[in-house]
């Protein structure tokens, strides 16, 4: 396997401001994500992917080096992963390397460690699309998901007759600390378009992803533990 690695790191935030860079536990949010990726991949095949220059000194100051600054198309709200990942690949390429998966760890996800990783390339095999990391949901869409109807009234988004929560199948959820992607597969079409997409299961705490104010402070109160 030759693996890209990318982390993605955009200096515009605004649920949480600098958050890729704010100090949780005394560390900043996307060191975790670095230390985490060199324990498994090579210097040389991690990209840190940021517009931002301040992002781009922290992450430096693990002695990670990072090769760019992402142009400003993609530095906006609307710039998506797909053609982020596209960028770091067609930049890997220009320097003579020719990665047949590229890493997806989103820095978001201070609690996925090297060797969830390591877990979830094992996993991965050149004939499918994506290895991704899930978490069972407690969302169950058989159970206690609904959309409203025409006529306004609330109706099951799955249906299913199920009294029980334990007794509807089991469903899981993107948790968005790793994607193990196909290099032709990202090249042909979006992640959202995959077909052969295969889960690699961690649980709930490792899982734990940082969005709002409050999912920082569940982080802390997981650190303080």
Not at 17 to 25: A, D, F, M, R, V
Not at 75 to 97: C, S, Y
Not at 153 to 164: A, M, N, P, W
Request: charged share 25%.
């Amino acid at each position: 396997m030759k693996p890209l690695v990318v982390i993605p790191a955009r200096g515009g935030s605004k649920g949480i401001p600098n958050k890729n860079i704010k100090l949780l536990g005394g560390k900043p949010l996307i060191h975790y994500t670095i230390e985490a990726a060199r324990e498994v991949f090579a210097d040389e095949d991690i990209i840190v992917s940021t517009d931002s220059e301040r992002i781009k000194e922290v992450a430096e100051a693990t002695g990670l080096k990072v090769p760019f600054l992402r142009p400003a198309h993609l530095a906006t709200d609307t710039a998506g992963t797909h053609e982020v990942l596209l960028h770091a690949l067609e930049f890997a390429e220009q320097q003579g390397k020719k990665p047949d998966v590229v890493v997806l760890l989103q820095p978001t996800s201070p609690f996925r460690t090297a060797q969830h990783i390591r877990e979830a390339i094992e996993l991965y095999h050149p004939e499918i699309d994506m290895v991704v990391s899930v978490k069972e949901t407690k969302s169950n869409p058989y159970y206690v998901l609904f959309e409203e109807n025409e006529q306004g009234y609330l109706q099951k988004s799955k249906e299913g007759s199920f009294t029980r929560r334990q007794d509807c199948p089991r469903v899981w959820e993107l948790n968005g600390a790793i994607y193990i992607i196909n290099t032709q597969s990202l090249k042909a079409k979006p992640l959202n378009q995959f077909n052969k997409v295969k889960k690699y299961v961690m649980d709930e705490l490792s899982s734990h992803d940082i969005d709002t104010i409050l999912d920082w402070r569940v982080a802390e109160a997981i650190l303080a533990k």
